[in-house]
């Protein structure tokens, strides 16, 4: 009981007080070979306060039963490029991607109104999971100008070589990658789903700018959306 209520506790901290998250520069994640990363892009309504403290007693004593546990999350700062701004950034983990899965199974018949509920505080709830196949280790600095990218595929061949131009020039404009994601998978009524999502630092907004601008030659064929944020 003492931990489910210290994981309740966590939970709320980690979504509602950004700016005490805000006041750490320094985010640093450990995940193991098989533990799954959960990526929330949110956006939260005015108000919804006490349908969020119902939502934390409801629903994440299930999570927590079947291992979840919360990870530093990010506000989002500006829109970059593409057409969707979250509010927030949420990282969260699980043991494994049977457990991961199982929640989705389980917590309708354990709470029938949970995507009611999130309907209710989050007008965009946006989800992709992704299992790691080894080790996973990485930084986010607060400090820096950290932008989260998500690219769309629409012709692999394509695709690829343009994705292949776009990391080599993140590289020559100075940038690092500090987390690159692929074959995720976004549940039913959630979804988002990049083929490839990156978190690249960079020294500033100019730097970033100048590598934006570069890019725009690129030939995009093979890219179906490309959609971007900073943190």
């Known amino acids: 009981m003492q931990y489910l209520i210290s994981g309740i506790v966590s939970f709320l901290f980690s979504f509602i007080t950004w700016s005490l998250l805000a006041q750490s520069s320094a985010s640093t994640y450990h ?33 927590a039963r079947m291992s979840y546990e919360s990870l530093p999350g990010f506000k989002v700062k500006e829109l970059t490029q593409g057409n969707y701004q979250p509010g927030s950034m949420i990282l969260g983990k699980w043991q494994n991607l049977e457990k991961r899965e199982q929640f989705l199974h389980e917590i309708e018949k354990e709470v029938p109104d949970f995507h009611a509920q999130r309907r209710a505080i989050w007008p965009t709830f946006h989800l992709t999971y992704y299992e790691v196949p080894s080790t996973l280790d990485f930084t986010i600095d607060r400090k820096d100008f950290n932008v989260v990218t998500s690219l769309w595929q629409k012709e692999e061949g394509a695709f690829q070589e343009y994705q292949q131009q776009w990391l080599q020039q993140v590289e020559q404009a100075g940038g690092k990658v500090v987390l690159s994601l692929k074959d995720g998978t976004s549940p039913f009524g959630y979804y988002y789903q990049p083929d490839l999502m990156t978190v690249v630092t960079w020294d500033d907004r100019e730097a970033y700018e100048t590598f934006v601008e570069a890019t725009q030659k690129f030939d995009r064929r093979g890219v179906l959306h490309l959609n971007a944020f900073a943190l």
């Open 31 to 63: 995940l193991e070979a098989g533990e799954v990363l959960d990526i929330l892009l949110l956006s939260q309504n005015p108000g919804s306060d006490s349908l969020f403290k119902n939502y934390g007693q409801t629903a994440f004593p299930v999570a």
